[in-house]
């Protein structure tokens, strides 16, 4: 019988991607930790050791605490984290039982920015579209949930990436950019190794919308007309991102649990 402070693998999968998605911390020690060096998407790094300053971190969230086998550190974590008023559970089997389910992807670590100030810092061009929304979405759900993004002119991109230490997006000749045909939601799938059909599917979307090639997906025009009207509605580019991260949640649970539903009216018809 599972305890009451338990989640399973496939539990806590089905809220990866969502925001409903609990913190996920990640408390494996160094040596193991080296050994196998990937993060649960959107999961973060803390000592076990440092019991306060994960309560402050979490300001009041519901966490769950992951080790290398889901026994002693995990456990003692979540069960102190509940004795102060946290609601907090621990991840049956920890990460040997993630890495061990084919259902689940893994964040390599070496693959995430140099954090500042304890969270990734990205910047991009002013007014966002597509990539500019659907890429911090992507960081925000699955990499990084405490992501920072300055939306800046695009001549000074460059300049504040150098004199901030943030990392560049979206713009020419940077690494997290287009890729020949693809654009910068295919890069961050492929460099995170993002890999779900649900992910799959959304890609193809934002790239036919964001590479104005609507011939690769039906629902391209679409995304293109809320986007440019999401751009229109909002003078703010946070403010615009806010809302666009709703868009593609909404979007992310329909590529994955609701692709064949459609809609028809009368309802009577074809009865």
């Not at 020949?180 to 939601?185: A, E, K």
């Not at 059909?197 to 934002?206: D, F, G, I, N, T």
């Not at 997906?217 to 806010?242: C, F, K, M, N, T």
Request: net charge negative; glycine share 6%; proline share 8%.
């Amino acid at each position: 019988m599972p305890a009451p402070n338990e989640i399973t693998v496939a539990q806590l999968n089905r809220l990866i991607g969502t925001p409903d998605r609990p913190q996920i911390v990640d408390i494996c020690i160094d040596p193991d930790f080296a050994e196998d060096p990937f993060l649960i998407p959107g999961s973060w790094k803390h000592p076990h050791s440092d019991i306060p300053g994960l309560i402050k971190r979490l300001q009041g969230q519901p966490a769950v605490i992951v080790c290398q086998k889901g026994i002693k550190l995990s456990q003692g974590v979540a069960a102190w984290l509940r004795s102060e008023g946290v609601q907090a559970e621990y991840l049956q089997g920890g990460m040997y039982g993630w890495r061990d389910d084919s259902q689940t992807m893994r964040v390599p670590f070496a693959a995430l920015p140099d954090p500042q100030d304890g969270a990734t810092l990205w910047v991009t061009r002013h007014r966002p579209k597509i990539d500019r929304i659907a890429c911090p979405w992507l960081i925000r759900r699955f990499v990084d949930p405490n992501a920072r993004f300055l939306f800046v002119s695009p001549s000074e991109v460059a300049g504040v990436a150098e004199r901030f230490n943030a990392t560049p997006f979206d713009v020419e000749d940077v690494f997290w950019s287009h890729r020949g045909d693809t654009c910068t939601f295919d890069t961050m799938l492929d460099e995170f190794q993002l890999n779900s059909p649900a992910l799959s599917s959304l890609a193809e979307v934002v790239r036919a919308a964001d590479t104005n090639r609507h011939d690769l997906h039906p629902a391209a025009a679409g995304l293109l007309a809320i986007s440019v009207g999401l751009s229109r509605q909002y003078r703010d580019d946070l403010a615009q991102l806010e809302a666009g991260l709703t868009l593609y949640d909404a979007l992310y649970r329909w590529a994955r649990d609701g692709q064949d539903e459609t809609h028809d009216w009368p309802t009577t018809r074809g009865a």
